[in-house]
């Protein structure tokens, strides 16, 4: 017996002559939240909040750019085929990586070009990428995509989810493992460790340091439960790679900056 269960729509307003999708507005949400959040860290911090508008200003459309650039490279076999979705953002596709990538870089010429630490800035900025990181993922959740593989629904019963997450789950007659929440939960819980670090006085750069490595701990592991990764090679895929990679480096980076003396302001001090 076919089983009819009704999923979300991805348009969250149709005024006929424009289309606004869910999608669209969970990342606004999760960018003016981690907005705002930083925008009070900036002024404990003896940085104008003006300064985080600035940069945010430019971050957002630049880490959306290079995360649908990731995107694309890795799925260019269908692109190449369908030129015309290339930018389709609206129907997902944002590499989160990609993200990071696009924020680190714009960060850091801001803060060249600002004449302000971009380690300060970074930490700063840190607890908001990865709760606007936790929120996006519900933009994946409406669109139905990062999920896992296929599960029964006694099995997402069992994890106690509610149904309209269940619901959203089934997808062309099968039931998949919502890998979207388990990221977004472990985010969310990331948010509140780094909540609690800036509290410590680490040395500066080191609260963004510990996101990295935490994020990509986490997404390691998420990643290998995916059914949509973008992949290296037939068998390595791309962000398990970078995760790896980024884990390594991160560590490397501290040992470098306190055997050279870089890491001796911290967190809290206000010089720039």
Same mark, same amino acid.
């Not at 592991?221 to 992949?231: A, H, K, N, P, V």
């Given at each position: 017996?076919?089983?009819?269960v009704?999923?979300?729509?991805?348009?969250?307003?149709?005024?006929?002559?424009?289309?606004?999708?869910?999608?669209?507005? +969970?990342? =606004?949400?999760?960018?003016l939240?981690?907005?705002?959040?930083?925008?009070?860290?900036?002024?404990?911090?003896?940085?104008?909040?003006?300064?985080?508008?600035d940069?945010?200003?430019?971050?957002?459309?630049?880490?959306?750019?290079?995360?649908?650039?990731?995107?694309?490279?890795?799925?260019?076999?269908?692109y &190449?085929?369908?030129?015309? *979705? &290339?930018?389709?953002?609206?129907?997902?596709?944002?590499?989160m990586?990609?993200?990071?990538?696009?924020?680190?870089?714009? +960060?850091?010429? #801001?803060?060249?070009?600002?004449?302000?630490?971009?380690? *300060?800035?970074?930490?700063?900025?840190?607890?908001?990428?990865?709760?606007?990181?936790?929120?996006?993922?519900?933009?994946?959740?409406?669109?139905?995509?990062?999920?896992?593989?296929?599960?029964?629904?006694?099995?997402?019963e /069992?994890?106690?989810?509610?149904?309209?997450?269940?619901?959203q789950?089934?997808?062309?007659?099968?039931?998949?493992?919502?890998? #979207?929440?388990?990221?977004?939960?472990?985010?969310?819980?990331?948010?509140?460790?780094?909540m609690?670090?800036?509290?410590?006085?680490?040395?500066?750069?080191?609260l963004?340091i510990?996101?990295?490595?935490?994020? /990509?701990?986490?997404?390691?592991?998420?990643?290998?439960?995916?059914?949509?990764?973008l992949?290296?090679?037939?068998?390595?895929?791309?962000?398990?790679?970078? /995760?790896?990679?980024?884990i390594?480096?991160?560590?490397?980076?501290?040992?470098?900056?306190?055997? *050279?003396?870089?890491?001796? =302001?911290?967190y809290?001090?206000? /010089?720039?």
């Amino acid at each position: 017996m076919e089983v009819t269960v009704e999923s979300i729509d991805r348009v969250a307003i149709d005024l006929g002559f424009i289309q606004v999708y869910w999608y669209g507005v +969970i990342i =606004i949400a999760g960018v003016l939240l981690g907005l705002w959040i930083a925008m009070r860290e900036s002024e404990r911090r003896g940085l104008p909040k003006e300064t985080l508008v600035d940069l945010v200003l430019v971050a957002v459309p630049i880490s959306i750019i290079v995360a649908r650039i990731y995107y694309v490279i890795f799925n260019w076999d269908y692109y &190449i085929e369908n030129p015309g *979705k &290339i930018i389709a953002i609206r129907e997902g596709g944002l590499a989160m990586h990609g993200v990071l990538i696009g924020a680190v870089l714009t +960060i850091f010429v #801001f803060a060249k070009l600002r004449d302000i630490s971009f380690w *300060k800035l970074a930490d700063i900025l840190a607890p908001s990428i990865i709760l606007g990181q936790a929120i996006g993922r519900w933009g994946n959740f409406i669109n139905q995509e990062a999920h896992g593989g296929p599960v029964s629904r006694e099995f997402l019963e /069992s994890l106690y989810l509610p149904d309209f997450i269940i619901n959203q789950m089934y997808i062309e007659g099968t039931y998949f493992h919502p890998t #979207f929440l388990y990221e977004s939960l472990w985010n969310f819980a990331g948010f509140i460790v780094l909540m609690s670090l800036r509290r410590t006085n680490l040395r500066r750069g080191e609260l963004f340091i510990t996101y990295i490595i935490y994020y /990509s701990f986490g997404r390691f592991f998420i990643e290998g439960m995916r059914t949509d990764s973008l992949m290296l090679t037939d068998e390595l895929r791309m962000a398990q790679v970078i /995760s790896v990679v980024l884990i390594f480096v991160a560590i490397m980076i501290i040992f470098y900056r306190r055997k *050279k003396g870089y890491a001796n =302001i911290r967190y809290l001090d206000k /010089s720039m």
